[in-house]
């Protein structure tokens, strides 16, 4: 079997649950390989299936943007020949995934909400124009390189061997041109994160900047919390929480939109969502074209009852 | 002075109904009004911010159809002093390897200290062709910056990452891509409007870039579509006005639906 190069995630060691879907992903394909860049819990990447894991520990990859993270990917992928290399579809994980393909001459597909492997051809599902329509695809040329969004799969707990091979790769010096001054990590908000939870309560301009009641329904369910543009541009969250276009792009079991219209770059980023419930006050908010269910009203009432009633029934 | 070329990209209305030719699958170009791709607007701002606070010239560069050089005229309208326009029919359907080939190849025709994109066009929403036009020229790539500054040739950018908030910097020749969180972009002033219509536009074909016809369309594209299929409609869903028992009714359905 071909190995399958893996772009691992892993910020501040901690190997992302995106990653681990690649890991199950690869294994439709191949034998998985994982990458690494700087630290991580190499254990965990073996117990979901790495059979490999090429570590890069050089500090070059932190100190510098993308450049030399595709150079040493591309250069792996010119060695061994693999079957398909997957990457986070993260701002930087496509970067460097279309910088490896670019560089390796394949194609490149980004974006995939699903990946599939039939007779050893990869089709990619990809959801697009904001989610109005589905796209499938495949790579034509070269080795598949494919960018794959959180939620494409269900991570498995599969044990592989894990052989450790550190890689120490000259980054040529043309790579090292985009300093990274700081970095400052995002603080965990206790809830699950927006792009992985099974249901999100956003808020939006609708909420006047208080997001305490979106909150509150949020907890009681278990829920990550999201916001609007409109919430965002106004300072009331910060970017890391705007579901949409510019935004992420969420599709859990249940999205619950607080005083949001439901403008079309926001439907982009939660359209595909399973179940979809809206709170808004004016009836005629596109928002409720989307609904499974939908309170015309205040939020400022439904949702604290709501949440009261959740508790009540939890007892 | 500094030279700033933006690349910016024509695209259909993301209000309007877009779809796909049902032949080959490529985004239906013909049948759906186009515009200036919202996201690159914000590029053409910070463009014009940057030689505002100085010295310098604009250009924006766009590759596409015929009607594309609306989008031209849009970012000339804008402010932008002269507009570049590559069209040839051997270009359509292209993959981002092809666009990025393109626009790469116009680059290196013009005078320039900059490259400024959008983060990423509203149709395809890649968001990789910044990345791949730097790697084509050898350039520092400083992407999806939410916080813009530049002195003398040093750019300094926040980007909002997916794991951190990280300060980037990087000077000379360089790429630049913003997103929409760097500020709102202008209107055309009816000043503007006017002006425009006396700034040059050139016309380029991949003759003129030196490019082979079968390096760039759809036939040559490093990936194949093989269907385009409309999301079912959802279907109508329940709609109550709260009269006092909202949330309860909310909780019902949820309830129902087997979440609480
Ligand atoms: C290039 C571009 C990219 C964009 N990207 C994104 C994106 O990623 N994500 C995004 O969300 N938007 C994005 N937008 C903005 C988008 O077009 C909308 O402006 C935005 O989504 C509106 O946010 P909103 O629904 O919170 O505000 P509004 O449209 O102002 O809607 C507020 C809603 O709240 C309701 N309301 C008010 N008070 C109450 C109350 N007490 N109780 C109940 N309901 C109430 C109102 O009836 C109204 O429907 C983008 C726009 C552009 C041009
Ligand atoms: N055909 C094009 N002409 C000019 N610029 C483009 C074109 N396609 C993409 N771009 C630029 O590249 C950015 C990212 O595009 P994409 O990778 O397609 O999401 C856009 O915001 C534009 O600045």
């Known amino acids: ?28 394909i191949g034998e998985p390989s994982a990458v690494v860049f700087g630290q991580a819990d190499t254990s965990v990447l073996a117990e979901y299936g790495a059979e490999k894991i090429y570590t890069y520990a050089d500090s070059v990859y932190e100190e510098y943007l993308v450049a030399p993270k595709a150079e040493a990917l591309a250069a ?151 916001a609007s543009r409109a919430a965002v541009d106004s300072g009331w969250k910060p970017h890391s929480f705007q579901v949409g276009q510019t935004g992420k792009v969420v599709s859990p079991q249940l999205y619950i939109a607080a005083g949001i219209s439901g403008a079309i770059q926001h439907r982009a980023g939660m359209q595909t969502s399973k179940t979809i419930v809206a709170v808004n006050k004016d009836e005629e908010a596109p928002i409720f074209e989307l609904v499974d269910f939908g309170v015309v009203g205040d939020l400022k009432t439904v949702l604290p009852q709501a949440t009261e009633e959740i508790t009540k029934r939890k007892g | 002075m500094t030279k700033i070329v933006v690349a910016v990209k024509y695209v259909p209305d993301a209000t309007a109904d877009r779809t796909f030719d049902e032949a080959d699958h490529t985004v239906d170009r013909e049948n759906v009004d186009g515009l200036l791709s919202e996201l690159d607007e914000y590029a053409v701002e910070q463009a014009l911010q940057v030689v505002e606070a100085g010295e310098g010239e604009v250009t924006v560069l766009t590759v596409g159809p015929a009607d594309a050089a609306d989008a031209v005229r849009k970012a000339l309208q804008m402010g932008a002093d002269a507009g570049v326009h590559v069209e040839d029919d051997s270009i359509a359907g292209s993959d981002a390897f092809a666009t990025s080939l393109v ?40 992407t999806y910056a939410s916080e813009l500054t530049v002195e003398g040739d040093t750019v300094k950018i926040r980007r909002d990452g997916d794991a951190a908030t990280q300060e980037i910097e990087a000077s000379g020749k360089l790429v630049v891509s913003v997103t929409d969180q760097t500020g709102e972009a202008r209107y055309p002033s009816f000043k503007g409007i006017m002006a425009a219509k006396k700034k040059p536009v050139e016309q380029w074909s991949l003759a003129d870039l030196g490019i082979d016809a079968g390096e760039v369309g759809l036939d040559n594209a490093w990936t194949k579509v093989l269907s385009t299929t409309p999301r079912p409609p959802r279907t109508a869903g329940e709609i109550v006005t709260d009269e006092g028992d909202g949330g309860i009714k909310l909780v019902e359905f949820l309830a129902s639906k087997k979440f609480v």
């Open chain 2, 103 to 142: 626009l790469a190849k116009a680059i290196e025709k013009l005078e320039y200290d900059m490259v400024f994109f959008g983060m990423a066009s509203t149709d395809a929403g890649m968001g990789v062709v910044p990345t791949l036009v730097a790697e084509r020229l050898g350039l520092p790539a400083v």
């Open chain 1, 1 to 28: 079997m071909t190995e399958v190069l893996v772009l691992i995630d892993a910020p501040a060691g901690k190997v992302t649950k995106p990653s681990l879907e690649l890991l199950t992903i690869a294994r439709r």
């Open chain 1, 76 to 226: 792996l992928a010119a060695e061994k020949s693999p079957a398909a290399v997957l990457a986070p579809a993260t701002t930087e994980g496509k970067e460097i995934a279309a910088r490896v393909a670019l560089k390796t001459n394949s194609g490149l597909i980004t974006d995939a909400v699903d990946v599939t492997v039939d007779g050893g051809q990869i089709t990619t599902t990809q959801s697009v124009f904001a989610g109005n329509f589905t796209v499938e695809a495949q790579v034509t040329q070269g080795t598949p390189v494919i960018a794959v969004k959180p939620n494409a799969a269900t991570p498995e707990q599969v044990a592989g061997a894990g052989a450790v091979e550190a890689v120490s790769f000259d980054v040529p010096e043309s790579a090292k041109a985009v300093k990274i001054v700081s970095s400052e990590p995002r603080v965990s908000t206790g809830r699950p994160e927006l792009t992985e939870a099974a249901i999100v309560v956003s808020g939006g301009r609708g909420t006047n900047g208080d997001f305490s009641e979106v909150e509150a329904l949020a907890d009681v369910l278990g829920a990550a919390v999201g």
